[in-house]
Structure formats: structure tokens, C-alpha cells
């Protein structure tokens, strides 16, 4: 099992931008990757953004591409999600977990952290 723990997120105004932690720890070499997703108040979990650990190989949505960057560091087990331009609409619970391995992107994920709130003001 991994643990992971999420930071960074807080009140944050629009247009501005904002960087979030994942920090790993437990059975990490189990995990090839590491993805973001997020749920805003009354809608679903979605997924954001997904790296291997191995390569730093991101994969986006069409949704995400152009504002969130993912990106990783080995020797920290960190995973990163840095939000550009926000708007209102970012506002959310993100969250990370690990992809199971087996395909690209994991369609499957096993470990979560307990989530970071991004309040978006504007």
C-alpha cells in the first residue's frame, strides 16, 4: 500500500496560478505512475492528469492540456499539478493516486490521498 499526501492548495485568486504536492511513501515501487484528479462541489470525481514515475511521461485531457502541467520528482517522490490562469471553475477537492500498472493511462487506481481544497476567488 502507498500513502500519499496531498498540499499546497488554499484560497487562490483567479488568473493567478498554484502548484500542488503529492508525497508518496509506503510500497512506491508497486505504482509506475501517479495521476490527479479533482471534484468541485456537487459533481463527480474527474480525472486531471496522469506521469510515470519512470521518463516523467504526462498525459492530459483535452480539458487539461493547455492550463495544468504535471511533473514529478523521483528522489522526493513528489508528484507536482500546477494550475495556470485559474478560474473559478478550478475550484476543488484535487486529489492524487497511484496507477495500477498494466496500461497507459492506468484505467485502474489503488492508493488516494485524503485531498486538497483550491478555492478559486474572482
Known amino acids: 500500500q502507498v500513502q500519499l499526501v496531498e498540499s499546497g492548495g488554499g484560497l487562490v485568486q483567479a488568473g493567478g496560478s498554484v502548484r500542488l504536492s503529492c508525497v508518496a511513501s509506503g510500497r512506491t515501487a508497486s505504482s509506475t505512475s501517479m495521476a490527479w484528479f479533482r471534484q468541485a462541489p456537487g459533481k463527480t470525481r474527474e480525472f486531471v492528469a496522469a506521469?510515470?514515475?519512470?521518463?516523467?511521461?504526462?498525459y492530459y485531457t483535452d480539458a487539461s492540456k493547455d492550463r495544468f502541467t504535471i511533473s514529478r520528482d523521483n528522489a522526493k517522490n513528489t508528484v507536482y499539478l500546477q494550475i495556470h490562469t485559474l478560474k473559478p471553475e478550478d475550484t476543488a477537492v484535487y486529489y492524487c493516486?497511484?496507477?495500477?500498472?498494466?496500461?497507459?493511462?492506468?484505467?485502474?487506481?489503488?492508493?488516494w490521498g485524503q485531498g486538497t481544497q483550491v478555492t478559486v476567488s474572482s
Open positions: 493516486a497511484t496507477g495500477r500498472r498494466g496500461s497507459w493511462p492506468p484505467r485502474t487506481y489503488d492508493d
Open positions: 506521469i510515470t514515475w519512470g521518463g516523467g511521461i504526462p
